[in-house]
């Protein structure tokens, strides 16, 4: 039987063999894994590497390595993903939430004033990772997330029950289709599928896992957040906004597309990465939403 250093020692050069990774990252996800099997933190390891691993534990180590072996993503083989200070359950059915993603949030947060009852849309909620971070933050908001698929509703709606959230309604709808015409959303937030039919990066890492119709935007991925932004003027009041996350080659024509839908104030942010990832543009008129397209 191996002892504890000898298995990460011996999984860590796998890992890194396998997966092409670098040897320090290697060796972050094999300690990584085996903390949670053993219910310890890493420092346990380091001071613990010549014990032996029991033999349930090592069996449930050898199994996560080798769904990790294979390319499984961290977040589904341990059923969840921290976002915004919120444990977040996922699975297979949903996008694993990004840290570039928690710029939309705060650039939300920053539009909705603390006491003040807002409505607010999150369109393609996923696991409900921006919807609940901002139900969490802001307790006098009013949420309302969809998303077309009922799985990945399930995930968000768990979430919100776990995390006792309940200024958040669920609604299962393809974007506009179902979304409540009145009464009208102080914000709309959206981080839909932005990536290119055919981009080489759907073939790397945790992107081969996750479900592609939260990936995929036709052609020039532009496809979801056209049909978003064409629709949100006649849902959101005036003087309302709406934020999208988008790749960082794509702000210059996600804000033409803004200006041409009639949006102010249109502005891209970059994230931490210093890629530009989320854009913003402000509802002027209030646009009678049974005229929507
Ligand atoms: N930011 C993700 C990525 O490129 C894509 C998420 C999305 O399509 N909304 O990995």
Redesign the pocket.
């Known amino acids: 039987m191996s002892n504890i250093g000898e298995l990460l020692r011996r999984y860590q050069a796998r890992l890194a063999l396998v997966s092409g990774m670098t040897a320090a990252d290697a060796r972050f996800e094999v300690h990584l894994l085996m903390a949670r099997v053993l219910q310890v933190n890493r420092a346990w390891l380091a001071a613990h590497g010549d014990e032996q691993c029991a033999p349930a534990a090592l069996a449930q180590y050898q199994d996560w390595l080798e769904r990790r072996l294979q390319g499984e993503p961290i977040a589904y083989i341990f059923g969840e993903k921290e976002f915004f200070g919120l444990l977040l359950a996922v699975n297979a059915d949903v996008?694993i939430p990004?840290p570039?993603?928690e710029l939309l949030v705060e650039l939300a947060l920053a539009r909705m004033p603390v006491g003040r009852m807002l409505r607010v849309l999150d369109l393609?909620t996923g696991s409900g990772a921006i919807a609940l971070s901002l139900a969490k933050i802001r307790p006098d908001t009013q949420l309302l997330a969809v998303d077309a698929s009922a799985e990945a509703l399930q995930v968000a709606r768990d979430n919100a029950r776990r995390l006792q959230l309940p200024n958040v309604e669920f609604v299962q709808s393809d974007w506009w289709r179902r979304v409540p015409v009145a009464p009208k959303f102080d914000l709309i937030v959206s981080?839909?599928?932005?990536?290119a039919a055919g981009d080489p990066?759907l073939q790397q890492?945790?992107?081969r896992y996750?479900p592609p119709h939260?990936?995929?935007?036709g052609a020039e991925?532009l496809d979801d957040l056209q049909v978003i932004i064409a629709a949100a003027p006649y849902y959101l009041a005036a003087g309302g906004s709406l934020l999208l996350?988008?790749?960082y080659e794509q702000g210059g024509i996600v804000l033409s597309l803004l200006e041409r839908a009639g949006f102010s104030a249109v502005v891209t942010h970059r994230d931490l990465a210093g890629q530009e990832?989320v854009s913003v543009g402000m509802a002027t008129t209030n646009r009678p939403a049974d005229a929507a397209p």
């Open positions: 996008l990004r570039e993603t393609g981080n839909p599928p932005y990536i990066h890492g945790d992107l996750e939260a990936l995929l935007a991925g996350e988008h790749g990832r």
